[in-house]
């Protein structure tokens, strides 16, 4: 099946249910600030997408939920307890729920981060 070009597309079958989402990359930083997008909230699982100016950062913080962060395009310093991590196109960061973290952008940057249920 071919997908057209939207914003949300869902193809359902007797065996399941595929989304398609085309929102990342759209939105614009805020005045030294990423913005940030929730892109699809399925099954217990959001995908965040954030569009970073160069020299934008967020503040250390933690999230309740492991997450996975992937970089779009662009490249930032993830700081963590142990050290500085650079994030570039095909590197995938695994953060456990409340590890605690701070982003930097070096350039423009567009990622994303999965966030993902808790294990019980």
Not at 11 to 22: K, M, N, P, Q, Y
Not at 37 to 65: I, W
């Amino acid at each position: 099946m071919v997908h057209e070009p939207s914003d949300r597309a869902t193809v359902r079958s007797a065996t399941g249910e595929s989304i398609l989402v085309e929102l990342v990359g759209r939105s614009e930083p805020q005045h030294g600030h990423p913005s940030a997008t929730t892109v699809l909230d399925e099954d217990g699982v959001r995908v965040v997408a954030f569009e970073f100016g160069a020299g934008d950062a967020l503040k250390e913080h933690a999230a309740p939920h492991p997450a996975l962060v992937q970089v779009v395009r662009g490249r930032v310093n993830f700081t963590l307890p142990d050290g500085v991590v650079d994030l570039a196109p095909g590197r995938v960061l695994h953060l456990t729920a409340g590890l605690r973290h701070a982003v930097d952008a070096v350039e423009p940057t567009t990622l994303t981060v999965t966030l993902l249920p808790l294990r019980h």
